[in-house]
């Protein structure tokens, strides 16, 4: 989709896909929100087959107190609706009674509790009143219908916001969950700046009082809370749009908004920021050397696609040819969107078949995709990168700069070994 009199991604015109797609769904969220949030548990209101994909997801890890199950509902409970409430109260007693480290209970609606339409909402309430003050219960869905892994973050933190108490005080909340040592190096930023009163959502623990109100201004980590974006201009937040704090120019750009914002004095922005950019700088160059001129195809995945398209193109020196993204949230999205040369083929939702024809024409030196399409085109002799790989490692801000960098080269590397291989 190439215009020559388009100077960026910006204004590009989008392909818009509604077809089969190939994606994990939001239960996902719950193996790495569980870690960030120390008191709160999910139970999945689900079937085996959900119970199933979180056990995968989660690896081997093995708890001696786990921090999310599954409420399997059972073939009988198609039948009767009451008595599926009932026998969810019940769990939930179970558990609380065992455990009194539970602070937030989340019970995360999925594809069966949305066909036979169990109310958690309902339920949350009815158990937020048994269970108070000690415990909160909060609902969202991780249902794979329709949606992408990332998601299940994203209806998590919505559905926390109307929750949260009322302030009228000046304060900035960043939202979106950070592996805590890459929190620590993002806070340390922000404080060096001179902004104190910085609140994270989620919160490590439920005693973090987060607090929102008309005075709150909101920067996000991560470009898939669209739906929490919506929720927080609802309580009167106003948002900083910039671009994802990814490599040293994201990040820059990010830290630059807020300061802005803060009225941060220009020497002072300078003097937090020059050194740990010159390092994320350095890093970069070292880890993507292999990168320069290389061309990345993205498939929709993550809906990290944008900003690292973005980090790719801008600071590695790779071309893209096509930045695939299950959904464009513009008002996250926008300002990595205008930092992109125009060229590549912007696309939303998927049609898996017409896309795996793009890539296998276009025969990128990379293409990032999901882990169900990436032993395919393997086969086809492309080279990939899983995108989920992404979310659970640490690369935001400035020190993770150089180990995002050094994801993408990896992959390229093995593919020239095993080319060699079979050449001799
Ligand atoms: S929520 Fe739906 S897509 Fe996810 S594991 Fe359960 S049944 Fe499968």
């Not at 078949?353 to 002799?381: F, H, S």
Request: proline share 6%.
């Amino acid at each position: 989709m190439h215009s020559s009199n388009l100077q960026t991604c910006g204004s590009a015109p989008v392909l818009k896909e509604r077809g089969q797609r190939e994606v994990f769904c939001g239960l996902t969220s719950i193996i790495w929100l569980h870690r960030k949030m120390q008191d709160a548990f999910f139970l999945v209101v689900g079937s085996r087959t959900c119970a199933h994909l979180l056990q995968s997801a989660a690896g081997v890890m093995i708890f001696a107190e786990p921090r999310f199950g599954t409420a399997i509902l059972e073939e009988t409970d198609l039948a009767g609706l009451a008595d599926a409430h009932q026998e969810l109260d019940r769990e939930v007693e179970r558990l609380l009674s065992r455990r009194s480290d539970i602070k937030r209970l989340f019970l995360v609606g999925s594809c069966p509790s949305e066909v036979i339409k169990l109310d958690l909402s309902k339920a949350a309430e009815r158990l937020t009143k048994k269970f108070a003050p000690s415990v909160r219960v909060v609902n969202f869905t991780g249902s794979g219908i329709e949606t992408t892994f990332t998601q299940g973050e994203d209806e998590c933190l919505a559905a926390m916001v109307p929750t949260l108490r009322e302030s009228s005080e000046r304060q900035l909340m960043v939202i979106g969950a950070l592996p805590d040592v890459v929190e620590e190096q993002m806070r340390s930023l922000l404080s060096g700046m001179g902004i104190s009163n910085v609140f994270v959502l989620p919160a490590a623990r439920h005693e973090d009082d987060i607090s929102v109100g008309p005075n709150t201004l909101f920067a996000a980590t991560q470009p898939f809370l669209g739906e929490t974006h919506s929720a927080l201009l609802r309580r009167g937040a106003h948002h900083i749009a910039a671009p994802f704090p990814f490599g040293a120019e994201g990040t820059t750009a990010w830290l630059k908004a807020i300061a802005g914002a803060f009225q941060v004095p220009e020497q002072l922005f300078e003097d937090v920021t020059a050194a740990p950019y010159a390092r994320a700088k350095k890093a970069i160059s070292q880890a993507a050397a292999a990168l320069e001129d290389k061309s990345v195809f993205f498939f929709p995945d993550s809906q990290l696609e944008i900003p690292l398209a973005r980090f790719l193109t801008q600071e590695c020196g790779m071309k893209a040819v096509e930045i695939g993204t299950p959904f464009i949230h513009r008002p996250l999205v926008q300002p990595d969107l205008d930092l992109i040369p125009a060229g590549p083929t912007v696309s939303e939702g998927q049609d898996v078949d017409l896309q795996l024809d793009r890539a296998k024409e276009q025969r990128a030196d990379l293409t990032v995709c999901g882990l169900g399409l990436a032993n395919p085109l393997e086969a086809e002799g492309l080279t990939t990168k899983w995108a989920i790989e992404l979310v659970f490692t640490p690369v935001h801000f400035y020190e993770q700069a150089g180990d995002l960098a050094g994801l993408f080269p990896r992959p390229i590397r093995r593919r020239m070994i095993l080319n060699q291989e079979a050449a001799e």
